[in-house]
T-cell receptor
Framework: AQTVTQSQPEMSVQEAETVTLSCTYD???????LFWYKQPPSRQMILVIR??????QNATENRFSVNFQKAAKSFSLKISDSQLGDAAMYFC??????????????FGKGTHLIIQP | DAGVIQSPRHEVTEMGQEVTLRCKPI?????LFWYRQTMMRGLELLIY????????DSGMPEDRFSAKMPNASFSTLKIQPSEPRDSAVYFC??????????????FGQGTRLTVV
């Protein structure tokens, strides 16, 4: 079974500062995907960034980047120049690479990010 | 594209009643997923379809839950009879593919179900 753990229920950061959200996971698969999803108060889940496990280079999307440590099974999200619109719940998720059997996203419990103006 | 459309956005029902949640996936997406979100258990996969065929329903909590996908543009999740512990936010998501570099699930806005 796959598990995803987010050890920080809540994080707070000053606007324009940098914050890092932690995620660790466990899987027996050698190939898989990792995701960070954002859930604002509107409730809709929005993909922030995606990482393929076979890629050594860390994914980046504008102000969002990840630190992917495959051996340590760690996948942290760094948000630079935090903006008020970044305030939301952030979920780390894992999916095995190939189909067959249970093949949905396995989510962590989420981190509530607060942006202080 | 309007994205994944779920209806209703909110549903309040009495215990024992039948509840039907609806989902219209993004056109052209071959995969459709139903997730449930609660404070205690977080986000859990209930069932997913590929080309309208249920592939894995191991997450469906019990026989009171059923899901159908009669065509590529419509899916339902039914709870009969409903119980207070079914209160949650139910998400539908769709994806054009579920392997390869473009793997991404697109979520609807969810249906908040309250069973009293």
């Amino acid at each position: 079974a796959q598990t995803v753990t987010q050890s920080q229920p809540e994080m707070s950061v000053q606007e324009a500062e940098t914050v890092t959200l932690s995620c660790t996971y466990d899987t027996s698969e050698s190939d898989y995907y990792l995701f960070w999803y954002k859930q604002p108060p509107s409730r809709q889940m929005i993909l922030v960034i995606r990482q393929e496990a076979y890629k050594q280079q860390n994914a980046t999307e504008n102000r969002f980047s990840v630190n992917f440590q495959k051996a340590a099974k760690s996948f942290s999200l760094k948000i630079s120049d935090s903006q008020l619109g970044d305030a939301a719940m952030y979920f780390c998720a894992l999916k095995k690479y190939s189909g067959g059997g249970a093949d949905g996203l396995t989510f962590g419990k989420g981190t509530h990010l607060i942006i202080q103006p | 594209d309007a994205g994944v459309i779920q209806s209703p956005r909110h549903e309040v029902t009495e215990m024992g009643q039948e509840v039907t949640l609806r989902c219209k996936p993004i056109s052209g997406h071959d995969y459709l997923f139903w997730y449930r979100q609660t404070m205690m258990r977080g986000l859990e996969l209930l069932i997913y379809f590929n080309n309208n065929v249920p592939i894995d329903d191991s997450g469906m909590p019990e026989d009171r839950f059923s899901a159908k996908m009669p065509n590529a543009s419509f899916s339902t999740l039914k709870i009969q009879p409903s119980e207070p512990r079914d209160s949650a936010v139910y998400f539908c998501a769709s994806s054009p593919t579920w392997t390869g570099e473009d793997t991404e699930a697109f979520f609807g806005q969810g249906t908040r179900l309250t069973v009293v």
